[in-house]
């Protein structure tokens, strides 16, 4: 870096800590005469286990037919997106997760991968792409048989036939189980009859519905005899060849978004419109000639669930997504403040570069780090749900917990994505409100991922039930005397405190400074017992609130659940936050180059750490740290900061994103050419003897 050459040579005190000030900071590992990461290794580790897909992947979008291009108006964006979608289909992209007897790879795994990196490119396309395979295509195959696949998969996969997944209405959004579009079974005709009933039970936001779809797969409940059967899924013709809506179909345009507008988002209804009974995607539910309904699923409420889990891959692929978005801000933030300099020193010294700044390093280091706790707990996703849908895995309880993994884990990422953003564009200043440096327009495209494939708050929602769910299997056959026991140690803590958190607690004289007492105590062990404690105890208080509403009636039963609500939506988010430390931990015990080991467990120790420091005062309530070492926590922070600075190119460098991928002008090196412009030019003026005296220096005498 040109940084080393230029600041003095006053030698710091230590390899961490420069010695008066910023300016003298390291600024690469090299630098600071430390081992560096092993990029390619960390590359390695980042990809995860279809690393070959995703290279594969981002060397396609380097075609600059894939790039967000600021300015476009919304009908050349969607225009450009659908050109980009058959580019797609002429390189496999199209082909991955589908069978091989249709064209198919028959890879479930590497389809989200390759999916995931489109968001580099334009998140339009990415999700426009999603909409067609991963929603629309996947309905048909999850939820159909020999005879759908048949009919329609080869048109799906070549885009020859474009769709619309038709779940969400208007009038509910997450609340699948409540949509008002009727599908009422006609025996003598042996059709269903597709009806929109009301205006809350428009299917709205639909991705296809405003210009291109052909087709929808129509979510509706099943009546038939008289009989409501619950949701289920139709293929349901919209338009014709021409584009002109088929009798009976209104479609509508939603216009211009806050984002995603190459995706011609719409909404229709249905006036008793007829389709085929062997429309009826008939997987898990059909309908015979007579009328007769038939499931190998019996209970209304797992058919329910089963038949939306078949979907859960939008929500594993908004997971990666996220984090890949958020690794590419970081990118362009990080770079950008290794180059850009702001105010001198107070010594006369050049101007310092911004990461050199405490506060710079607090605002975007620990975000980097939690980043990359999110991608290895993603490739353990991924692998999770490769396992289910390749049939490897395919089990009832396996399911569960996929679901219960994605519902987890996309609300964080894609949460973070937002933030990390932001805090990017904010660290770069007015540069970084330039549309070509990315940050508004990826905020802008991925606003909408925190509620779509399910609101962010429903889905903790579902995840805190499972952890409810899963405590209450411990006292399953318990006897009376020994749940007794449990509710008294719990009374006093001493379940947590038993499992050797009450060490950490104590005062911090027995080990010497506080500085080596903290990091002795929050080390791996202790931020994992600090993290789980936390979601143990969380769920245990709520489990003992919710205890009486077993006896309420359903209404007040109800109300006592809405008082705990929020409380379990945190226990949730924590037992995410939790998973996410438990894989960056599992990552780097897999690492065998002991310079990337020891960096990325200082990277992980602030993960970890931050997460303590976000909740210290839970911890400090519930008497998890002491007040001596919970304010050391903010201090080990600092210290872990100054060790991971001269590693932080390197570590966004490890994400592997070309010029091509990045593509903001302010992470291309231009900003370092306009500092040596503005150096030389003092140089020169200084050498001349022609430089403006300040006036300062003339008060000085």
Request: charged share 20%; proline share 4%; net charge negative.
């Amino acid at each position: 870096m040109v940084d080393a050459v230029v600041r003095p040579h006053t030698p710091a005190k230590s390899r961490h800590t420069p010695a008066g000030g910023a300016p003298t900071a390291p600024h690469t590992a090299a630098e600071a005469h430390e081992a560096r990461i092993d990029q390619a290794l960390v590359n390695d580790m980042l990809l995860g286990t279809w690393a070959a897909t995703r290279r594969e992947a981002r060397e396609l979008i380097k075609d600059p037919l894939f790039w967000r291009v600021d300015g476009m108006s919304m009908e050349e964006h969607r225009e450009r997106a659908l050109q980009a979608m058959h580019v797609l289909v002429d390189n496999n992209g199209s082909r991955r997760a589908f069978p091989e007897e249709y064209g198919g790879l028959g890879d479930n795994g590497a389809n989200i991968a390759g999916f995931e990196e489109v968001v580099l490119a334009d998140p339009s396309i990415q999700i426009k792409s999603g909409v067609q395979w991963g929603l629309f295509g996947s309905a048909i195959y999850q939820l159909g048989t020999k005879p759908h696949h048949d009919a329609w998969l080869r048109d799906v996969i070549s885009l020859a036939l474009p769709g619309a997944f038709a779940m969400t209405e208007i009038g509910h959004g997450s609340d699948v189980a409540a949509i008002g579009t009727t599908a009422t079974y006609d025996a003598d005709a042996e059709e269903f009859v597709i009806n929109t009933p009301f205006r809350a039970a428009t299917k709205e936001f639909l991705g296809n519905a405003g210009l291109h779809g052909r087709a929808a797969t129509v979510f509706a409940q099943l009546i038939t005899g008289g009989v409501n059967y619950g949701v289920h899924c139709f293929f349901v013709p919209i338009r014709d060849e021409s584009g002109a809506d088929l009798p009976g179909i209104t479609t509508e345009d939603d216009g211009v978004k806050g984002g995603l507008n190459g995706i011609d988002n719409g909404r229709i209804t249905f006036d008793h419109v007829r389709i085929p009974r062997t429309n009826l995607l008939n997987r898990y539910g059909d309908v015979a000639a007579d009328g007769s309904y038939s499931s190998d699923i019996p209970s209304p409420g797992r058919r329910f669930f089963t038949m939306l889990g078949a979907l859960v891959q939008g929500r594993v692929s908004l997971d990666g997504a996220s984090t890949t978005a958020s690794a590419l801000a970081l990118t362009i933030a990080i770079t950008y403040a290794n180059q850009r300099r702001q105010f001198d020193s107070g010594a006369g010294t050049p101007e310092v570069v911004l990461l050199d700044y405490a506060r710079h390093q607090r605002r975007l280091l620990p975000r980097l780090a939690q980043t990359y706790a999110q991608a290895f707990a993603h490739d353990e996703l991924l692998r999770t749900f490769d396992g289910v849908f390749s049939g490897r895995t395919d089990t009832p309880d396996e399911r569960e917990n996929l679901e219960t993994l994605a519902a987890a884990l996309k609300p964080l990422s894609t949460w973070h994505a937002l933030d990390t953003i932001q805090e990017s564009r904010e660290a770069c200043g007015g540069a970084g409100f330039i549309a070509e440096n990315r940050f508004v327009g990826l905020h802008q495209d991925l606003d909408i991922y925190v509620t779509f494939e399910g609101d962010n708050n429903i889905l903790l929602q579902l995840v805190g039930k499972r952890l409810l769910s899963d405590y209450a299997k411990q006292f399953k056959g318990k006897d009376a005397a020994a749940l007794a026991r449990f509710a008294v140690g719990q009374t006093a803590g001493k379940v947590f405190h038993g499992a050797g958190l009450r060490q950490l607690g104590q005062a911090v004289g027995d080990l010497g400074s506080t500085a080596r007492s903290v990091e002795r105590g929050l080390r791996a062990d202790q931020q994992h017992e600090l993290l789980a404690g936390r979601v143990q105890q969380m769920v245990a208080d709520i489990a003992a609130r919710l205890r009486p509403a077993s006896k309420l009636s359903p209404a007040e039963a109800a109300a006592v659940f809405n008082e705990n609500q929020s409380e379990l939506i945190e226990a949730a988010r924590a037992h995410g936050e939790l998973l996410q430390w438990e894989a960056f931990t599992d990552a780097i015990t897999s690492v065998t180059d002991p310079g990337t080991r020891e960096v990325l467990t200082w990277l992980r120790d602030l993960f970890g750490l931050s997460l303590v420091e976000k909740h210290l005062a839970w911890h400090l309530i519930n008497g998890r740290l002491s007040t001596q070492r919970a304010a050391a926590v903010s201090s080990y922070i600092d210290r872990l900061l100054t060790r991971l600075r001269p590693h932080a190119q390197d570590l966004v460098d490890a994400w592997g994103f070309e010029p091509e991928h990045v593509r903001a002008p302010i992470a291309t090196g231009a900003e370092t050419a306009r500092q040596e412009e503005a150096r030389a030019y003092y140089a020169a003026l200084a050498a001349s003897g022609e430089a403006p005296v300040s006036e300062k220096s003339l008060k000085k005498h």
